[in-house]
């Protein structure tokens, strides 16, 4: 390992971090403005100071098990949702050079990483020991397991125009016309299955507050609250990354600001897309919210596949 | 490389061995998850990145969550601990552990005889593997959809249910795909409503 390569690696985890902690203002902020009111406006220049705020308050929560808890599931449950998306992004190119590992199964790396995320809400949902925790459970893994399928196959016509997993290739693919023109189903169903797998807003069904309290973090305080909090975030960021990366041309775009700083402005796009989803859609119930992937998204992902396998091969001999 | 692939060998097996003796289903399942993720890191210090990436996807990723799910909804609690307790006494150990000592001894001394045979890794990338999936090996690949089809297909028919909706309003709406039939006599319908004038 060179100096250059732990550098990335830290810088990476650096603005990761940074990020996830500050789109807890930024939605806030947003939310405030797309409801008419001011959000978070007291502490430091337009309130920005509340991430600090929030995260000392955080950090000097008591930090409880319950005593019917399941100990050390309990306790690493949290760490797995962080783990497993960090992981995610050593395979995202944010700049040509600035990759932490660039993978030959880049893609495959990327839903093998989603998909252990599951664990986490299954492990703390079940080790919370807690009726309304174990729906959320049982809720948040049915939605996943789901989702991971159609966020897979989605992928998949990408794959095929480019012929490689490996997201530089992708990106380098893009040259001429970025995978939304060509494969507008697959980024429009990826999304879908990103805020799915992500838990977000209209697709918290696993946490729905009104419903299930917190679902499977009901129990949760302190840090380990925290970890889900920024888990979330990171969550949103990842898919955005993903879908920039793979639908957006990455970090392509005209030659007057250099290439990381494209990959930022698309990225913050997404961001904000992914918080004005949040204000403006409301919630599905648990069995519509299953019934419309098995029943509508998987015909078309299947149907998008085979279309586009078959205008691949058609382009390849003619 | 063969540093990686003892390591995560014996990460395996001991993990392997945890899923036996725990005495708790989740616990147990939580260590066949770090099994196959070791069993996945073998794959890619062997040069099968592919294999490792599916291997993770659907098998930590996706039929461990699944049985998960199931003993989650199960609610085994103590008692069932204790159970596996009294089934898993010393007497039910001893000869299947004899027979594996056994089969110990004979790797040890396979691996000590004939230990000039270096491990060797040959880096299988995405295209070859399939290329190979869909050429040589189509018949093997055919054979295990039909598998799989039956499998679908059965559990369909078990999952198959008619939806006759509790709720009277729904009765002649949604969800309803035979003959609507009457569930009670009309006068009781007509009772209902004088006993709803009558309030």
């Known amino acids: 390992m060179t100096t250059e390569q732990i550098l990335i690696v830290a810088g990476v985890l650096f603005v990761l971090l940074n990020i996830a902690a500050g789109l807890i203002w930024v939605e806030r902020r947003m939310l405030a403005l797309w409801q008419d009111r001011l959000g978070p406006n007291r502490a430091g220049p337009l309130g920005i100071l509340i991430v600090l705020a929030d995260t000392l308050k955080l950090f000097f929560k008591e930090d409880w098990i319950p005593p019917f808890a399941d100990k050390w599931v309990f306790i690493l449950?949290?760490?797995?949702?962080?783990?497993?998306?960090?992981?995610?992004?050593?395979?995202?190119?944010?700049?040509?050079?600035?990759?932490?590992?660039?993978?030959?199964?880049?893609?495959?790396?990327?839903?093998?990483?989603?998909?252990?995320?599951?664990?986490?809400?299954?492990?703390?949902?079940?080790?919370?020991?807690?009726?309304?925790?174990?729906?959320?459970?049982?809720?948040?893994?049915?939605?996943?397991?789901?989702?991971?399928?159609?966020?897979?196959?989605?992928?998949?016509?990408?794959?095929?125009?480019?012929?490689?997993?490996?997201?530089?290739?992708?990106?380098a693919a893009q040259k001429n016309w970025w995978f939304v023109v060509t494969q507008p189903v697959g980024f429009v169903i990826f999304f879908i299955a990103g805020i799915a797998e992500t838990h977000r807003l209209p697709f918290d069904i696993p946490e729905a507050e009104s419903e299930l309290i917190a679902g499977y973090h009901a129990e949760y305080s302190g840090m380990k609250f925290g970890m889900f909090f920024i888990g979330e975030y990171l969550g949103i960021t990842l898919i955005s990354a993903m879908i920039v990366t793979l639908?957006?041309?990455?970090?392509?775009?005209?030659?007057?600001?250099?290439?990381?700083?494209?990959?930022?402005?698309?990225?913050?796009?997404?961001i904000g897309l992914f918080i004005l989803l949040r204000?403006?859609?409301?919630?599905?119930?648990?069995?519509?919210?299953?019934?419309?992937?098995?029943?509508?998204?998987?015909?078309?992902?299947?149907?998008?596949?085979?279309?586009?396998?078959?205008?691949?091969l058609w382009l390849r001999d003619h | 490389?063969?540093?990686?692939?003892?390591?995560?060998?014996?990460?395996?097996?001991?993990?392997?061995?945890?899923?036996?003796?725990?005495?708790?289903?989740?616990?147990?399942?939580?260590?066949?998850?770090?099994?196959?993720?070791?069993?996945?890191?073998?794959?890619?210090?062997?040069?099968?990145?592919?294999?490792?990436?599916?291997?993770?996807?659907v098998y930590a990723g996706a039929i461990i969550v699944l049985f998960i799910f199931v003993v989650m909804m199960l609610n085994l609690?103590?008692?069932?601990?204790?159970?596996?307790?009294?089934?898993?006494?010393?007497?039910?150990?001893?000869?299947?552990?004899?027979?594996?000592?056994?089969?110990?001894?004979?790797?040890?001394?396979?691996?000590?005889?004939?230990?000039?045979?270096?491990?060797?890794?040959?880096?299988?990338?995405?295209?070859?593997?399939?290329?190979?999936?869909?050429?040589?090996?189509?018949?093997?690949?055919?054979?295990?959809?039909?598998?799989?089809?039956?499998?679908?297909?059965?559990?369909?028919?078990?999952?198959k249910h008619m939806h006759t909706p509790l709720h009277r309003f729904l009765q002649n709406g949604e969800g309803k795909k035979e003959k609507p039939k009457p569930l009670r006599p009309v006068e009781s319908l007509k009772n209902e409503q004088t006993v709803l004038h009558d309030q």
């Open chain 1, 77 to 171: 449950a949290p760490a797995i949702v962080v783990a497993s998306v960090l992981m995610s992004f050593v395979i995202i190119p944010f700049a040509p050079g600035i990759v932490v590992a660039d993978l030959n199964i880049g893609i495959l790396f990327f839903l093998a990483m989603s998909s252990m995320g599951v664990y986490s809400i299954v492990l703390g949902g079940w080790a919370s020991n807690n009726k309304y925790a174990l729906l959320g459970a049982m809720r948040g893994a049915s939605q996943m397991i789901a989702y991971e399928v159609f966020m897979g196959l989605s992928l998949m016509g990408v794959v095929m125009l480019t012929g490689s997993f490996n997201l530089g290739d992708i990106v």
């Open chain 1, 247 to 270: 639908f957006f041309g990455g970090w392509l775009g005209p030659a007057f600001l250099p290439p990381l700083a494209w990959f930022a402005i698309k990225l913050f796009f997404f």
């Open chain 1, 279 to 312: 204000a403006s859609l409301p919630r599905p119930r648990y069995d519509q919210l299953i019934a419309y992937g098995w029943k509508i998204i998987l015909p078309i992902v299947l149907a998008n596949l085979l279309i586009t396998g078959a205008v691949a």
């Open chain 2, 1 to 57: 490389m063969s540093t990686l692939f003892y390591l995560s060998s014996t990460i395996a097996i001991a993990s392997t061995i945890l899923v036996i003796t725990r005495y708790h289903p989740v616990h147990a399942l939580l260590y066949l998850a770090v099994s196959f993720l070791a069993v996945g890191m073998i794959f890619l210090s062997l040069g099968a990145p592919f294999v490792a990436a599916l291997e993770i996807i």
């Open chain 2, 77 to 159: 609690g103590k008692d069932t601990a204790q159970q596996e307790k009294e089934w898993l006494k010393p007497k039910v150990w001893l000869v299947p552990s004899a027979l594996v000592l056994v089969l110990l001894v004979e790797m040890i001394i396979l691996l000590f005889t004939d230990s000039d045979q270096p491990l060797k890794v040959s880096v299988v990338d995405p295209r070859r593997l399939a290329l190979s999936l869909y050429g040589e090996y189509i018949i093997a690949v055919e054979l295990t959809g039909f598998l799989l089809m039956a499998g679908i297909v059965g559990a369909a028919h078990i999952g």
